[in-house]
């Protein structure tokens, strides 16, 4: 069974424009990442969150994590075509060897030029 | 940069086919995955290994399995491949041996059985 479920599946925007998606997962966490994947291509670490942390930025990225409501979102502000991916939270899973993070189904971001 | 290499980035079989998947990362990473992604379903965890020669069963390991003989190589294989195996396989890595940490991922491959 899936963790992290994002909201909206999609999401089509004008550039400039933000950008916010959400995650809802079910387990407690050690810590929530964003990863953004292009088209056909493997996906690349955004940013990570810990428990203990309630907001983090990085460039034009903007991420909160609610832990009493076991949510995260992401917010891109000021949109660029090139934002245009599919964006997956995940999240961390803490087992006796290794690490393991368990995957969000993604929202699909379409930024118009 | 950390690189992940994967063998190939499109691949089409026949059903019953035996296939093998590689990975190859260069920053000397003790974990390593493999995932399948499917449309609405994201990605599903096969296989990991947390050191060589070890691994453990993901959330998916039916008709999978996997080798590391070598800390840089982790290698998926599909003992006879079938028309449900098709699907995009990542492969990823991660320098963190406890908690969860950013993991690294290869471009892909796509892979067709018909």
């Known amino acids: 069974s899936q963790q992290g479920e994002e909201d909206p599946q999609a999401l089509s925007i004008q550039e400039g424009e933000n950008a916010t998606m959400n995650c809802s997962y079910k387990?407690?966490?050690?810590?929530l990442q964003w990863y953004r994947q292009n088209s056909g291509r493997g996906l690349v670490h955004l940013i990570l969150?810990?428990?203990?942390?309630r907001e983090k930025h990085s460039g034009r990225l903007r991420v909160t994590l609610d832990t009493s409501k076991k949510s995260s979102s992401l917010l891109i502000t000021a949109s660029r075509a090139a934002d245009t991916a599919s964006y997956f939270c995940?999240?961390?899973?803490?087992?006796?060897?290794?690490?393991?993070?368990?995957f969000g189904a993604g929202t699909i971001l379409r930024v118009k030029s | 940069d950390v690189k992940v290499t994967q063998s190939s980035r499109y691949l089409v079989k026949r059903t019953g086919e035996k296939v093998f998947l590689e990975c190859v990362q260069d920053m000397d990473h003790e974990n390593m995955f493999w995932y399948r992604q499917d449309p609405g379903l994201g990605l599903r965890l096969i296989y990991f290994?947390?050191?060589?020669?070890?691994?453990e069963k993901g959330d998916i390991p039916e008709g999978y399995s996997v080798s590391r003989e070598k800390k840089e190589r982790f290698s998926l294989i599909l003992e006879s491949a079938s028309t449900n195996q098709t699907s995009m396989y990542l492969c990823a890595s991660s320098p963190y041996s406890g908690r969860a940490g950013e993991q690294y991922f290869g471009p892909g491959t796509r892979l067709t059985v018909t």
């Open positions: 290994s947390y050191d060589v020669k070890m691994k």
């Open positions: 387990t407690s966490i050690n810590n």
């Open positions: 995940a999240t961390d899973v803490l087992r006796e060897y290794g690490n393991k993070l368990v």
């Open positions: 969150i810990r428990s203990n942390e």
